[in-house]
C-alpha cells in the first residue's frame, strides 16, 4: 500500500488530496489490480495553513521563535471551530510575547476522532490566574468566551515564575444547543 497527500492545481484554486494505493487480489491469490481512494482535505490543511502562516508572520514581526507542530487533521473542522482556535492561538502568543519576558514558544495542534486539540505555551514569566480575572482585561475572558460558544473546553495554568500553558478542546462540528 501506499498513501501520501498531494495539491491538485484546479481552474478554481489549489485543492488537497489524501490518496491511498491498494493492491487486491482475486481469491486464488492472484494480483487482481489496485483501488486508489482519494479524499479532498483541503478544509483540514486551510486550517492549519493560517495557524503555520500567522505563527511565521507573529515571529518575525515580535522577533520571537515559535515552534508549531500539527498533527494529521482526520476530517474538516466546522468554519466556526476553526476561527476559534486560531483567534486563540492569535490572542494566546500575544499576551505571551507582551508578558512572558521570553522569546520562545511552543504551538501544538493535534487531532482525535472527534475533537481539536490546541496548546500554546511557554516557559516565562508566568502569571496568577485569579489575580488576571480580577485585573478586567479582555483577552483571556474572550479566550474563554469563544471557546465556550463551540462547546469546547479551555484550561490555563500558570503560575508566577512558571511559565503558561493554554490547552483548548474543541469539537470538530459545532452543535446547536
Keep these: 500500500m501506499r498513501a501520501g497527500e498531494d495539491p491538485w492545481e484546479r481552474p478554481h484554486g489549489t485543492v488537497w488530496v489524501q490518496w491511498e494505493i491498494r493492491p487486491w487480489k482475486t481469491d486464488e491469490g492472484a494480483q487482481g489490480g489496485i483501488l486508489i481512494f482519494a479524499v479532498d482535505i483541503s478544509a483540514h490543511k486551510q486550517m492549519q495553513a493560517a495557524m503555520r502562516?500567522?505563527?511565521?508572520?507573529?515571529?518575525?514581526?515580535?522577533?520571537v521563535d515559535i515552534h508549531f507542530e500539527a498533527g494529521k487533521i482526520n476530517s474538516a473542522p466546522a468554519p466556526d471551530v476553526s476561527l476559534c482556535l486560531l483567534r486563540v492561538l492569535q490572542e494566546a502568543l500575544h499576551n505571551a510575547a507582551k508578558h512572558s519576558h521570553v522569546r520562545h514558544f511552543d504551538v501544538r495542534l493535534a487531532c482525535s476522532t472527534n475533537e481539536l486539540n490546541l496548546q500554546v505555551s511557554d516557559q516565562g514569566a508566568g502569571f496568577d490566574l485569579e489575580s488576571a480575572m480580577r485585573s478586567g482585561g479582555l483577552g483571556l475572558s474572550s479566550m474563554r468566551e469563544r471557546v465556550r460558544l463551540i462547546h469546547g473546553t479551555i484550561s490555563i495554568d500558570s503560575k508566577p515564575r512558571g511559565g503558561t500553558t493554554i490547552r483548548v478542546r474543541a469539537p470538530l462540528a459545532v452543535t446547536a444547543n
Design 53 to 63: 502562516g500567522f505563527c511565521r508572520d507573529f515571529a518575525a514581526g515580535q522577533k
